[in-house]
């Protein structure tokens, strides 16, 4: 099993719409809780970066952390095709180093 | 603040030549350096990262080899390039501590030919 899960998509949704995307983890020790956007042939941006459980918004963007279910979910707001890319969720526990990845969802938001 | 430089940002290389990619960052201290691989289509793998100079730890064997010769300097390395080594090979940094995310490079698209 892997330690991030994340369904690859791809996801296509129309201009203004609410978007959901979504992790589970297996790993009860992850503390910390990262998502980025990457577009195209460019490095992953980090967009989110939370810990433990709670909301924290940004703008148009809001990162959600249910612990007790191993669930991690990036919402959008009023969605822009500028918006199209592909979002990885990530993962960290508090004592270690490594941030653990998942696969990526591609995004595509038609005007 | 502190920016990540890594290059070059493609390269073409022939099986059995030597690779060198490098990466440097400025504005920070003692950063842990990463290397991470992500084959087209696919989710980011972590090949070495490294929490000092001289240190450095792998996730994969494989005939890649990385080095850490100066505090913000990460070089990856290979003898041979195999085929399987194309990709798109991604550099990023932490800061020390726990309460820090990850930042990237924008990358190193290697193909093998």
């Known amino acids: 099993q892997k330690e991030v899960e994340q369904d690859p998509g791809p996801l296509s949704v129309p201009e203004g719409a609410i978007v959901s995307l979504n992790c589970t983890y297996s790993n009860s020790a992850f503390q910390y809780f990262m998502w980025y956007r990457q577009y195209s042939r460019k490095g992953p941006e980090l967009l989110m970066y939370t810990y433990s459980s709670g909301n924290k918004e940004d703008g148009r963007f809001t990162a959600q952390v249910d612990k007790s279910s191993k669930y991690i979910s990036l919402f959008i707001r009023d969605s822009q095709p500028s918006d199209s890319a592909t979002y990885l969720c990530?993962?960290?526990?508090?004592?270690?180093?490594?941030?653990?990845f998942g696969p990526g969802t591609s995004l595509s938001v038609i005007p | 603040s502190q920016t990540i430089h890594q290059w070059p940002a493609t390269l073409v290389q022939p099986v059995g030549s030597p690779l060198s990619l490098e990466c440097t960052v400025e504005?920070?201290?003692?950063?842990?350096l990463y290397w991470y691989r992500q084959a087209a289509g696919r989710g980011l793998q972590l090949l070495f990262y490294s929490v000092g100079i001289g240190q450095i730890s792998s996730e994969v064997p494989q005939n890649l080899s990385a080095s850490r010769p100066q505090d913000r300097q990460f070089i990856l390395s290979s003898k041979k390039l195999l085929l399987s080594d194309s990709g798109f090979y991604l550099c990023a940094w932490m800061r020390t501590g726990n309460n820090s995310p990850l930042h990237f490079g924008n990358g190193t698209r290697l193909t093998v030919t």
């Open positions: 990530a993962s960290k526990e508090t004592s270690y180093d490594k941030v653990i």
């Open positions: 504005g920070t201290s003692n950063p842990n």
